[in-house]
């Protein structure tokens, strides 16, 4: 029905009456909610235009604006908020910026690896507390070993995100109202880099 391919629009954050975050929608959600009349407010600071098709009748082209914040009626995240993200590879390495967090240097994701600080042949988990990205050399050189043991503290401790941390982690595009919106409700880290 609409068309935008001369664009690559960002995805929208989808809200709950709330106005809690909810989850990123594409955009061709988002117009399907606004023509079903499902957006009950907007928040962001952005919208996009979106072109459909000619209308005979009304003898224009049709369009709808669609914000980049959208809450919607009947919004349920498909998790509890205190449910803990699944951990995986890219939101880790996003998580800790790209940066080796035993010798503080940043890499490409292709350098980079997963780190059980405690080793799973020492009893520790796979879990986003006990893992952290490091690079290759430093994984290697840490081997089955503890921090401790192999005499490389680590530069933060890890942690597992929250959700809206994880919703900031998992968009690479995230516009700068949107950012804000997040940010506003994500809990403080203090971290040294
Ligand atoms: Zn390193």
Redesign the pocket.
Known sequence: MFSYDTQQLPMILSLDLGGRPVEWIPWQDAVCLYVRDQVAWTAGESSFVIHGGFNELLRQQSEISINSIIAIRGARPRVEYSHIPSLNNRELFRRDRHT??????Q?ATSELTRDHVVPAALGGHDSWENVVT??????Q?KGCRSPEMAAMPLLALPYAPSRIEYLILANRRILADQMAFLEAQAPRRDRRF
Do not use: E
């Not at 080796?100 to 240097?105: A, E, F, P």
């Not at 490091?134 to 994984?139: G, S, V």
């Open positions: 080796c967090l035993y010798c503080g240097q890499f490091a690079c290759k050399p430093c994984n050189n």
